[in-house]
T-cell receptor
């Protein structure tokens, strides 16, 4: 059965800290891995990764895929309270996205 | 350019009633996906539709749930004879082509009393 596992489930940090969120997967016919940020409403797209070893970057957020290890990490540097959200990892496989349960990040001032 | 629209945003139903959730995809998008999110859980794929066709319904419960995406009008997710366990947030997403770069709607929060 296809599955996507995220860790940690929950993370509490102070502003300015750097965090690393993990995502591992076991799926048939992997095509790409995506990261989303979910605040109170709809998930918003962050990154799509298809090639191993190539870092995607957007401001203080960056992500990289390791196809050999079947995993990805999402880094957030110099965290801010506005980064507080659930971060979802999803894998594209066989015409659908399979989501992990998410990592809940709380950033306190 | 409006995003994905879902209505209603909140829906309360008593056990045994029917729930109809609507999703209007982004303009020009012909691929629609429905997901269910239980409290403290990730999104679970339910069904993938293109206009007038169900492409993948492997995540849909076999009974009481159905989905359609007619040639005209929004996509509808229909839940008959709702039970308490159906209480969840239901998200719709649309894409221009294929599975990736799905844009999500704000969700419908269904509460069954």
């Amino acid at each position: 059965e296809d599955k996507v596992v995220q860790s940690p489930l929950s993370l509490v940090v102070h502003e300015g800290d750097t965090v690393t969120l993990n995502c591992s997967y076991e799926v048939t016919n992997f095509r790409s891995l995506l990261w989303y940020k979910q605040e109170k409403k709809a998930p918003t797209f962050l990154f799509m990764l298809t090639s191993s070893g190539i870092e995607k970057k957007s401001g203080r957020l960056s992500s990289i895929l390791d196809k050999k290890e079947l995993s990805s990490i999402l880094n957030i540097t110099a965290t801010q309270t506005g980064d507080s959200a659930i971060y979802l990892c999803a894998v594209e496989a066989r015409s659908k996205l399979i989501f992990g349960t998410g990592t809940r990040l709380q950033v306190f001032p | 350019n409006a995003g994905v629209m879902q209505n209603p945003r909140h829906l309360v139903r008593r056990r045994g009633q029917e729930a109809r959730l609507r999703c209007s995809p982004m303009k020009g998008h012909s691929h629609v996906y429905w997901y269910r999110q239980l409290p403290e859980e990730g999104l679970k794929f339910m069904v993938y539709l293109q206009k007038e066709n169900i492409i993948d319904e492997s995540g849909m419960p076999k009974e009481r749930f159905s989905a359609e995406f007619p040639k005209e009008g929004p996509s509808i997710l229909r839940i008959q004879q709702v039970v308490r366990g159906d209480s969840a947030a239901y998200f719709c997403a649309s894409s221009l082509q294929g599975v990736v770069e799905q844009y999500f709607g704000p969700g419908t929060r269904l509460t069954v009393t």
